[in-house]
């Protein structure tokens, strides 16, 4: 599974000097989904309460659709604006649950960011800290009968109950907010943490660091918004790079394509339902070898929820600027 995730990610951009690694086993990447532009909390938590509104984003994605034990992952981020000892803040909480291969991963961290408000922009900076969860099927593992020149059904070296490792995790983000620009930068398992799990499997959740950028361009006397935006990652061995270009229609309609590179073309759409509530969808096409090997595509499904806790301000329109 590893080296397909390095086929698949391996690209040459190099966008801040990175922490030195030890390669070893990597049984888990962070999660990867394509409306990553309406969650930034998840990968920054420098986001929290930037908007100063209350923000609450769930989406689930179907990975290689066709390939046995293809990547399915959930995620929901919330935050909100908040004072700290009388100063700008922000707090929020992130859950991530994630099934890879013989790997079951659930992530939870809280979130508290200290934001800088200035002349029209927000400068904050934040941290996470949480707990990671992992839990390793080897029921999963199949021996041929009879075994072979290298494995053994009895080999002790190959166990048949369920593993089980937590370990505790921490991150730190910053980011800048304007109304028609943004930028994030961060890193994630920042101390490369190692789950504990009983028989000492060789697995740890590699440093994961992320670049990312949005402009926001409004037609003028035409009621179109377009909204380019890009994502770097690297977690361990592995690059991504995702290029997305939206077009927002009437501050309620949207469409978009994105480029993943080596890996997807992406398809966007989705719309503001009302009262703050608004709906996503995803298709990535497989441009790599995976669509050669009977991968159907990846689907990924949206849903946002966003308000003020302001009595005085709920009759408002607000464009989150999580819509970036």
């Known amino acids: ?68 034990g293809a990547p399915t992952a959930t995620v929901v981020g ?11 803040a922000g707090v929020g909480l992130v859950l991530v649950n994630e099934e ?7 992530q939870i961290s809280g979130v508290l960011s200290r934001r800088f408000e200035l002349n029209e922009s927000v ?16 029921s999963k593992v199949v021996v041929a009968p009879g075994g072979s020149d290298y494995h053994k059904p009895d ?35 920042l101390f490369a943490p190692k789950p504990n799990f009983k028989h000492q499997l060789p697995v740890y959740l590699p440093r994961s660091f992320f670049f990312s950028a949005g402009y926001v361009h409004q037609m003028e006397e035409r009621p179109i918004a377009w909204r380019p935006s890009v994502l770097i990652k690297n977690s361990g061995p592995s690059w991504q790079f ?10 309620k309609y949207w469409a978009g394509l994105g480029w993943r590179l080596q890996d997807a073309v992406l398809l966007m759409a989705g719309l503001e339902i009302g009262n703050g509530i608004r709906a996503g969808y995803s298709y990535n096409i497989s441009t790599s070898a995976l669509g050669r090997a009977g991968s159907g595509g990846s689907h990924e499904i949206m849903l946002g929820y966003t308000f003020d806790l302001s009595l005085g301000k709920r009759n408002m329109r607000y464009k989150s600027v999580r819509f970036l």
């Open 1 to 68: 599974m590893a080296l397909v995730f390095r086929r698949i990610f391996s690209a040459t951009f190099v966008f801040f000097a990175l922490f030195c690694t030890r390669i070893e086993a990597v049984a888990q990447f962070d999660s990867q989904f394509s409306q990553n532009m309406f969650n930034p909390l998840v990968f920054n938590p420098g986001y929290a309460g930037n908007s100063g509104r209350v923000n609450v984003t769930a989406a689930n994605r179907q990975q290689w659709v066709g390939i046995e």
């Open 78 to 88: 919330a935050d909100m604006s908040t004072f700290l000892l009388g100063s700008p």
């Open 100 to 106: 890879v291969g013989f790997f079951n991963t659930l």
């Open 123 to 138: 400068l904050s900076a934040g941290v996470s800290l949480g707990l990671v969860n992992q839990v390793f099927d080897a």
């Open 155 to 189: 080999d002790p070296a190959i166990f048949g109950e369920e593993e089980n490792g937590t370990t505790a995790d921490i991150g730190f983000g910053a980011a800048w907010v304007h109304p028609r620009f943004h930028a994030g930068i961060s890193v994630l398992h």
């Open 242 to 251: 995702d290029v997305n270009m939206l077009a927002l229609f009437r501050d």
